[in-house]
């Protein structure tokens, strides 16, 4: 299974668009791909929409980004 890595930056709402696109062009993602994102939100507002994002994508794990560890990832 392959791993579909998004990470954002201030920018659910874009995030939204970019998950339906993705659903809606691969009818297979959840059968074939895991689908996770590296979030940061600098302020209350970015997390509550990040928070709304996660209700309406379950199958999609969101990250919260940890400044530290995030370099050894990519």
């Known amino acids: 299974m392959a791993l579909i890595?998004?990470?954002s930056k201030n920018?659910?709402?874009q995030l939204h668009l970019?998950?339906?696109s993705l659903?809606?062009?691969f009818s297979d993602v959840e059968d074939n791909h895991s689908v996770a994102v590296i979030f940061k939100a600098t302020?209350?507002?970015f997390l509550?929409?990040?928070q709304k994002l996660s209700n309406l994508f379950?199958?999609?794990e969101f990250f919260v980004q940890d400044?530290?560890?995030l370099g050894t990832i990519i």
């Open 43 to 45: 302020n209350d507002n």
């Open 67 to 69: 400044d530290i560890h």
């Open 58 to 60: 379950p199958k999609v």
């Open 48 to 50: 509550k929409g990040y």
């Open 23 to 25: 659903y809606k062009t």
């Open 5 to 7: 890595l998004i990470l």
């Open 11 to 13: 920018r659910p709402f």
């Open 18 to 20: 970019t998950l339906e």
